[in-house]
């Protein structure tokens, strides 16, 4: 079955409209620029998406929609323990080590924060937040830590590892490791974990 000709039309204006912002930022990416692009007109843009800022975020939410689904629908269905929390900081960095594109968005986003582009879904920093807090009644988790800053800790740093870490390897001590993305990710897990958690996980007293 062909797929509706609005959804190819819609498709070809975000890949188009990826490419720009990719490639010279949101900014300096006119919507005209855009429509060129897509052999499409600023009408039927603004008829898909509303506004400039809106297809930015359409572009960003299309990267990460299989990502923010999963997410959501484990903390809908699942109360966070450390395993779970574990496990959510293993996928967002998955998610940005499998798609290049993603990050250089992301890095877009902050270079252009006076517009007010947005990195992470709202959405789902509030249900984590929410979810890191009932870890700390639960004594999950160090209740004398802000959950909401303890959520911009984990995204800072494994978004800006990806974003920076062609830099990092061009240091003498890391140069040659293969398995550099996995051994950030251990020993940033193990720094967080028995510094966040009230039970010490590498043999260590609670």
């Keep these: ?3 509706p000709v609005a959804q190819d039309t ?13 490639g010279q930022g949101f900014a300096a ?30 572009v960003k939410e299309r990267r990460m929609q299989g990502f923010v689904a999963q ?10 323990d450390l395993s779970l929390f574990l496990r959510a900081i293993r996928e967002y960095f998955v998610l940005l080590r499998d798609d290049p594109q993603l990050v250089q968005l992301l890095a877009r ?19 984590f937040v929410s979810q890191i807090s ?6 999950i988790f160090r209740a004398d830590i802000k ?3 303890l ?13 920076a870490r062609h830099q990092f390897l061009t240091w003498d001590e890391l140069a040659g490791d293969s398995d550099a993305d996995e051994q950030f990710l251990e020993t940033f897990i193990e720094l967080l974990v028995n510094g966040v958690s009230t039970v010490r996980q590498a043999g260590g007293e609670a």
């Design 10 to 22: 819609r498709d070809k204006i975000l890949d188009c409209a990826e490419a720009c912002f990719i």
């Design 147 to 149: 959950p909401v800053y």
């Design 71 to 80: 997410q959501q629908s484990l903390l809908q269905t699942q109360k966070l």
């Design 151 to 163: 959520l911009a800790v984990i995204l800072c740093a494994t978004t800006q590892w990806m974003e």
């Design 1 to 3: 079955m062909s797929r």
């Design 29 to 58: 990416t006119s919507m005209r620029q855009i429509a060129e692009a897509a052999d499409t007109t600023n009408s039927l843009i603004v008829h898909h998406f509303g506004s400039k800022q809106a297809l930015w975020e359409a």
């Design 134 to 139: 009932a870890g700390q009644r639960q004594g």
């Design 109 to 127: 986003a902050e270079l252009e924060q006076d517009i007010g582009c947005s990195r992470f879904q709202q959405e789902l920093v509030t249900a």
